[in-house]
């Protein structure tokens, strides 16, 4: 599913990207984010954080949540999504996503 309301705990369920099932009950939550300088990407970066943290929050361990990024982002920004547990992946590198989700379908 893409451009879909997720359920979290919160008053109001957060938008996702791409909803993927994936094998046994898990789902992989995805949020794509362009952006063409380090000073944008702060804000996609905050948006993902802030999304991940209420999917996972209301649906702990049965969700796998993932950013798909495209253009100038600062390493700092990358760094914090990879240690709040999101997987990183790159447009430039769809082939790196495909590996990653054969396993996981």
């Known amino acids: 599913m893409h451009k879909t309301r997720f359920a979290t705990n919160t008053a109001r369920p957060q938008e996702v990207d791409v ?3 994936l094998k046994g009950t898990y ?3 995805m949020e794509c984010k362009v952006t063409n300088d380090e000073t944008n990407s702060v804000k996609r970066i905050n948006d ?3 999304k ?3 999917w996972k929050a209301h ?3 049965f969700v796998e949540t993932a950013a798909l990024l495209q253009g100038v982002i600062a ?3 990358v760094a914090r999504l ?3 547990d999101v997987h990183v992946f790159w447009s ?3 082939p790196a996503f495909e590996k990653w989700l054969s396993k996981r379908v």
């Open 92 to 94: 430039h590198d769809l």
């Open 59 to 61: 649906w702990g361990s």
């Open 75 to 77: 390493a700092k920004d």
């Open 19 to 21: 909803a993927c099932g």
């Open 27 to 29: 789902v992989l939550a």
């Open 48 to 50: 993902v954080l802030k």
């Open 52 to 54: 991940a943290t209420a």
């Open 82 to 84: 990879i240690d709040a």
